[in-house]
């Protein structure tokens, strides 16, 4: 980070958040600085009417010395510049590294939405920490049958070792059961959990579609929607679509839905969560892996050989990820949206 002057900064970071305090407005500057490490880093411009010295104290601010560094708690890492000729101190604050305990000031909860400190519950620091709950006891859930009975008949293809086990053993090598206990991610893949949703909207059909567990979302809802993709388009739809089950937060509560069109052939898949750990499920990841599906940790390499200008559009208010991608038909497919 160097720039030459004030009006360099504007240019190059027109698109970051960007919090301008004057001298007199220092009190704000650690909940600020807390909220953008919480969230996705940006920078605070603090204008002083006097020099900064060389340790980025502000001198004669109410008869005090004011060091800028004491007022960063040691978890955030920063980066400092002045432009003298202004009379500014630019400084850089980066957003915390993945699974990093989100920070408080105060005895409060900061994170940053459109250039706004807001103070939040403790339930959304646990979202921003994108802690995973996955490998705990799911109590009142059970297996439906035959979700269970399809993944079995997968992984005994794959690995004709777990034929020879019990029911028991089974679902502990599956990763479903912890000893005695049905694990959360055992409930999200192949329990009644409705938790994805699908709607297919086009001139000639409007369809609802709705999976009981994630394993019914891959395995039934997932081929009929790529049936009439193109090969490309068909591997980049599945990799979102793997992903977003992969890495949504579902204590959250909320569903993860898709939804595509004809006019303009396109869908959208949009999932609680956002984007702080490489993997948030570590169990659902396991299982997915144990039935033949390899997942790299939001690489989207599919996606972005497909669709170059490809990005995820996250809407850190309601702690939501949009995925949007552009869809192609195979050569046969007069109407590749509908059913």
């Known amino acids: 980070m160097n720039f030459s002057g004030f009006d360099e900064f504007l240019e190059f970071t027109a698109n970051d958040d960007r919090e301008f305090l004057r001298e007199d407005e220092i009190s704000n500057f650690p909940a600020s600085a807390c909220a953008m490490a919480n969230s996705f880093g940006g920078w605070i411009v603090i204008g002083a009417e006097r020099y900064f010295d060389d340790e980025f104290n502000i001198t004669g601010f109410s008869q005090k010395n004011f060091n800028i560094k004491s007022l960063i708690p040691r978890e955030i890492f920063f980066d400092f510049q002045t432009l003298e000729k202004e009379k500014i101190l630019i400084v850089k604050i ?11 000031f105060d005895g409060k909860f900061y994170r940053r939405v459109e250039g706004v400190n807001l103070i939040s519950s403790k339930f959304s620091a646990s979202i921003v920490a994108g802690d995973s709950r996955d490998d705990l006891p799911a109590m009142n859930f059970y297996l439906n049958p035959e979700s269970l009975e399809d993944f079995y008949n997968t992984v005994i293809k794959l690995h004709s070792e777990y034929k020879n086990f019990s029911s028991e053993e089974f679902l502990c090598r599956s990763f479903i059961f912890s000893g005695k206990f049905l694990t959360f991610a055992g409930a999200l893949m192949f329990g009644n959990i409705i938790k994805i949703r699908a709607v297919l909207d086009s001139s000639a059909e409007h369809a609802e579609l709705e999976a009981r567990n994630i394993w019914d979302a891959y395995k039934n809802i997932l081929p009929r929607l790529v049936n009439k993709l193109s090969p490309g388009c068909s591997q980049a739809f599945q990799e979102i679509f793997v992903n977003s089950l992969l890495h949504a937060d579902y204590n959250a509560g909320n ?16 999932n609680p969560g956002i984007l702080r750990s490489e993997t948030r499920n570590h169990r659902l990841k396991k299982i997915f892996e144990l039935s033949g599906i390899f997942i790299k940790d939001r690489s989207l390499e599919n996606v972005k050989k497909f669709m170059p200008l490809f990005r995820l559009e ?10 949007e991608l552009d869809l192609e038909g195979n050569e046969n497919a007069k109407n590749f949206v509908v059913l």
Request: proline residues 8%; aromatic residues 10%.
């Open 255 to 270: 569903f993860i839905n898709i939804s595509i069109t004809s006019e303009p052939a396109k869908v959208s898949i949009t």
């Open 94 to 104: 980066e957003p915390l590294k993945s699974r990093a305990k989100p920070l408080f």
């Open 314 to 323: 996250e809407d850190f208010l309601n702690f939501r990820v949009k995925a």
